[in-house]
């Protein structure tokens, strides 16, 4: 229980850290990547992401009782990440959003092994 604990922690920190400057760099995502056309897919996934971070924070609490959450944060995961390794083969993104969707693989194979070690309630 500790290691899921630690796991779930861990992710919301890094979460909040990674995401929120995503509100105040439009414009400098727009610079480099080009304009953000949809500016209310980029607010609102930027805003979705942070609000699942409570969500990491909430089973970091109480993994035994939020253990059924577990695997929805592993689909939260993972398929972004395999996604982004797709499109950089396919030279389609950035080598620093593999870097990034590479962390979020690991959070997810975090998660995994978080949900396998802890004990239904």
Request: charged share 15%.
């Amino acid at each position: 229980m500790r290691f899921a604990k630690w796991a779930y922690r861990l992710a919301a920190i890094y979460g909040v850290i990674v995401l929120a400057p995503l509100l105040f760099v439009e414009s400098e995502i727009a610079r480099t990547t080009g304009p953000v056309t949809y500016p209310e897919y980029y607010y609102g996934f930027a805003m979705l992401a942070i609000v699942f971070q409570a969500v990491f924070w909430l089973i970091s609490r109480d993994p035994v009782r939020y253990r059924a959450l577990m695997p929805i944060t592993v689909v939260e995961k993972i398929p972004w990440g395999v996604t982004v390794w797709v499109l950089h083969a396919q030279g389609r993104t950035h080598g620093t959003v593999l870097a990034f969707a590479s962390i979020d693989i690991c959070l997810g194979l975090l998660f995994t092994a978080a949900w396998l070690r802890t004990p239904k309630a």
